[in-house]
């Protein structure tokens, strides 16, 4: 297995991984970016393409792009195996029971239902009516292809009889999402018939999940969309359907768009706007906007206008006002969606893409439409529906823009609404910024930090050494900075022209347990010494040594004093003179490295 997890590193580049998740910047050899596993507003985020390693300093976490991706999609290890190999096309053992968990096991169940259903659709005689509703729709063959759409055909046991014939059992297609149980009975039918099927894919384009539209005929009681029901590996509230399509065009062109349906996004991508996904029929949660936020903070609401003003859509729009994106509305012409209008008319989406306004302008706009500001009860309707949406907006300016606005629509002074949105807010919490100093990992004590910190200026600056008082020691650094410092020493003495390639080197020969250290301090020395004065990091350098040292003449005073009240409790004279020297001199140590 080590030569598959080699092989991949090998073939993926980790800053172009990681660069899918979080905006990465240059610095000096390195990579740095705001961290995407905790919130700060200082970048400490650093990557390093060379060692194949990346490091936050802020909370303390780092690894290498399996780690990476195990930390960002809450995967265990055989899942990332798989998600990487597949990126970086490396086959991967096929039948190791360590590669096949239950949430593996459910997605290759998914994968080959979705084949079948896809080809159902193709070629099957009992999906000719589902063909030609989909050339009524105006799908075209490419549509098909790219969102390997398919069709269940009629029948309760299609899905089941297909993947029974691959050794799938029953109860793994239930909890896939494919089966049903029968009420008081052990037998299993298929979940999905008669129906357009829309495979639901995440992000890295693993099927989770479908959205089944159903076909005519049908009973009047039957839901036009039946979705795939809550998983190990189906959360609704965490995906967007169409992300792994668009992602890369959301990236490049600086926004995404967010529609009501599976036809809406296949529609907009048809005509070329790529950026098109859907939330499903759903407000967008927090999980969602997190995802969106790896690739964009501008969102276009391609919902028609009556939607735009619907209370679930408008809670979607104030959480993502909340967490500081920009948003748009897409004016659609009243009752029709993205789909109906491009097959009216494939040039009027994109160009109505183009035209997105502002959504507070939009919010405003479509408010006061319809009421008489001169009028006392009006002016009081406006601002009670505009009000709470602008309490939401997290960002100062764009707030004071918009409730001056409403200010000046309304004739009031603008004091007022704002004294009127203080006692109507809530208070958000704030978000939890990490302090290095304050990191609660078992061994980020000050100890721990300080070591790391006068290491990584050794690392830095090999000459440093020489600045360290004659008396400091290995052993006052924390473990494992004892054998990397006696190694940094033995190394500056014999040769002081030492480069980090030598010691890298001399490290893997003499504890090899300590290999990544040295790429690690890298790291630390890059977010903290560059650009910093010589004379700057030399005053640090002894502040570290006199820690570590007056730190060590702590600990020797604390053991002489338990000591000594031992000796005093003998009554051995002889020994409590002796520790009392002891304690004096030691005092006077720790005093003089106070001054």
């Known amino acids: 297995m080590a030569q598959v997890t080699d092989e991949i590193k090998q073939r993926l580049d980790l800053v172009e991984l990681i660069g899918e998740y979080v905006t990465l910047k240059p610095s000096g050899k390195y990579h740095k970016a705001l961290c995407p596993i905790h919130h700060e507003?200082?970048?400490?985020?650093?990557?390093d393409r060379a060692n194949g390693i990346w490091h936050c300093f802020g909370c303390g976490k780092g690894g290498d792009l399996f780690t990476f991706i195990q930390e960002m999609e809450g995967m265990d290890f055989p899942e990332t195996l798989r998600l990487l190999a597949k990126k970086a096309n490396v086959e991967i053992p096929r039948f190791d029971p360590k590669l096949q968990d239950q949430r593996t096991h459910l997605l290759d169940i998914l994968a080959t239902a979705s084949r079948f259903y896809h080809q159902v659709l193709l070629r099957a005689k009992e999906a000719a009516s589902a063909r030609q509703y989909i050339e009524q729709r105006s799908i075209t063959s490419e549509d098909i292809e790219n969102f390997q759409i398919g069709f269940a055909p009629e029948g309760w046991e299609n899905v089941k009889n297909a993947l029974a014939k691959k050794n799938i059992k029953d109860l793994d297609m239930a909890r896939?999402?494919?089966?049903?149980?029968?009420?008081g009975s052990a037998r299993y039918y298929d979940r999905f018939r008669n129906r357009l099927m829309f495979p639901i894919a995440d992000v890295h384009g693993n099927v989770i999940g479908f959205g089944g539209r159903?076909?005519?005929p049908a009973p009047e009681d039957a839901a036009k969309y039946v979705n795939s029901p809550q998983s190990d590996v189906y959360n609704k509230s965490t995906v967007l359907y169409g992300l792994h399509l668009a992602k890369q065009s959301i990236r490049s062109a600086g926004y995404a768009i967010v529609v009501e349906g599976y036809l809406d996004v296949i529609a907009s991508h048809r005509v070329g706007v790529t950026q098109a996904i859907a939330a499903s029929g759903t407000a967008l949660t927090t999980d969602q906007l997190k995802l969106i936020r790896r690739f964009t903070d501008t969102l276009l609401i391609g919902f028609d206008t009556d939607m735009a003003g619907q209370s679930a859509t408008r809670r979607g729009i104030e959480l993502a006002l909340q967490q500081e994106f920009t948003i748009k509305v897409i004016s659609v012409p009243s009752g029709k969606d993205p789909d109906e209008l491009i097959r009216q008319d494939p040039k009027a989406w994109p160009e109505a893409v183009a035209k997105a306004e502002p959504y507070l302008d939009y919010a405003l706009r479509s408010t006061f439409a319809p009421l008489d500001l001169t009028k006392v009860d009006d002016k009081k309707k406006a601002v009670k529906n505009l009000l709470p949406l602008l309490t939401m907006v997290a960002n100062p300016v764009e707030q004071s823009h918009y409730l001056s606005k409403l200010a000046q629509a309304v004739q009031v002074n603008e004091e007022l609404l704002r004294e009127q949105m203080q006692k109507g807010k809530t208070p958000r919490p704030k978000a939890s910024t990490v302090n290095p100093a304050q990191v609660a990992q078992p061994r980020q004590g000050r100890h721990w930090q300080v070591s790391q910190l006068l290491a990584a200026l050794l690392i830095h600056q090999l000459e440093f050494l020489d600045s360290l008082p004659a008396d400091f020691q290995a052993e006052l650094l924390h473990p494992p900075y004892h054998t990397l410092y006696k190694i940094l020493r033995d190394q500056y003495t014999s040769n002081h022209s030492v480069s980090l390639d030598d010691l890298q080197r001399e490290i893997t020969r003499r504890a090899p347990e300590l290999a990544s250290e040295i790429p690690q301090l890298q790291l630390f020395a890059a977010q903290y010494f560059d650009g910093r004065q010589t004379g700057e990091l030399s005053k640090e350098l002894r502040t570290c040594a006199h820690f570590l040292l007056k730190r060590s003449i702590e600990q020797s005073i604390a053991t002489v004093q338990a000591a000594l009240r031992q000796a005093e409790t003998e009554q051995n004279q002889e020994q409590v003179q002796?520790?009392?020297?002891?304690?004096?001199?030691?005092?006077?140590?720790?005093?003089a490295l106070s001054e």
């Open 41 to 47: 507003k200082t970048p400490s985020f650093m990557v």
């Open 176 to 183: 896939a999402g494919l089966l049903q149980q029968k009420e």
């Open 214 to 216: 159903v076909m005519p």
């Open 578 to 591: 002796h520790l009392l020297e002891q304690f004096s001199e030691l005092s006077a140590r720790r005093n």
